[in-house]
Structures are given as C-alpha cells and as structure tokens.
T-cell receptor, first 110, second 112 residues
C-alpha cells in the first residue's frame, strides 16, 4: 500500500536553530515528491518538486533533498515567519493521485 | 495569475441538507483536483479532472459526493444528505499536466 509518513509531528525551534523535517514514503513507483507549506486557515502553498534520488532544491532558508526512501526539508537559521505546517506529497508513477503526509507543525520562537 | 478561487469560504448547514461548493482554477490549468482535509491531517484525495473529464475518484468517496467540471473551467463539488463526518475543509487545486498543484484556500464545512 502506498504510504507517506512525516516526522516529527511537531517541532519547536528557537530562532536561528537549524533542523530537518523528514518525509518517508513507500510507494509502488515515484513520479515526484512535493513539499508544501500550509498556514492556518489557508490552502497549501507549493515549495519544491523533487523527481529523482540525489536531487536537491533550495529556496531562501529551505533546502529539500531526496533519497530512494525519504526526503528531508532542511531549515537553516529559521525565523518566526517560517512557522507553519509543512506537508509532503508523493505522486505515484502508475496514476495521477497525490498522497499527502500528515505534516510537521513547525513553531519558531523569537 | 489570480490563483485558485473557492466559494464559499465557510458553509454551515444542518445534517441531511445538500451543499455545493465552487472552484475556479487558474485559467490555463487543465487539471483540477478536489481534496478533503480534517484537523491535523494532510489533504485526502477525492477526485480529479483533466479538462471536463473526471478521470479518477477515490475509492473512499461516498456516492453522496459528486463533482462536475462541465466546460473544463470551473468545477462544483456537491454533497448530498450531509452527515457529521463530512465536516472538514474542502480544498481545490489546479495544475498543468504533470506540474505541481496550486491550491485554493478551501471551503470549511460545518455540519450542525
């Protein structure tokens, strides 16, 4: 069964304290892995797409990496405005459905 | 690019009533998706369209749910005979083929 698991469920960081969020997946075939940011009461906002193991993408303080079994979202020197829920989703190669994890709720304390 | 628009933003209804939500995708996007999200969970796939054709539906989707995209532009999601368990955020997303999805801010449904 296709499955996406994110950890930790919640993470509290001091401003400037770098950390990583994990997304592990078990799918029949990966077409793409996507990271989204979701603020309360809003829809998910697209951050990155990764297609193959070894690929990396960066945007400001965020860097996403992909292996054959998991993806990491690294947050360097976070700021309070980075507080949000971070979701990962996978698109399997045999269809067009996207499977989302339950997200990591990040709180950055000033 | 005006983004994905959903209407209404909030809907409160009594159990057993029918409700309909509307989604206006980004104009050049030919794929449109509906998701349901409950508190503390990620979005759960419901169905998707490519142009006006509904190509996939979740096996978990009750027959009380129906979606249309009559002219390949806006879409509607109707829930008949609503139940308490239907309370959730209903999200719409659109994309070009095999490109990342862009989400609207959802319709929050509350069943009394």
């Amino acid at each position: 069964e296709d499955q996406v698991t994110q950890s930790p469920e919640a993470l509290r960081l001091q401003e400037g304290e770098s950390s990583s969020l994990n997304c592990s997946y078990t799918v029949s075939g990966l077409r793409g892995l996507f990271w989204y940011r979701q603020d309360p009461g809003k829809g998910p906002e697209f951050l990155f797409t990764l297609y193959s193991a070894g690929e990396e993408k960066e945007k400001e303080r965020l860097k996403a990496t992909l292996t054959k079994k998991e993806s990491f979202l690294h947050i360097t020197a976070p700021k309070p405005e980075d507080s949000a829920t971070y979701l990962c989703a996978v698109q399997i190669s045999t269809g067009n459905q996207f499977y989302f994890g339950t997200g990591t709720s990040l709180t950055v304390i000033p | 690019d005006t983004g994905v628009s959903q209407d209404p933003r909030h809907k409160i209804t009594k159990r057993g009533q029918n409700v309909t939500f509307r989604c206006d995708p980004i104009s050049e996007h030919n794929r449109l998706y509906w998701y349901r999200q409950t508190l503390g969970q990620g979005p759960e796939f419901l169905t998707y369209f490519q142009n006006e054709a509904q190509l996939e539906k979740s096996r978990l989707l009750s027959d009380r749910f129906s979606a249309e995209r009559p002219k390949g532009s806006f879409s509607t999601l109707e829930i008949q005979r609503t139940e308490q368990g239907d309370s959730a955020m209903y999200l719409c997303a659109s994309s070009p083929v095999n490109q990342p999805q862009h989400f609207g801010d959802g319709t929050r449904l509350s069943i009394l």
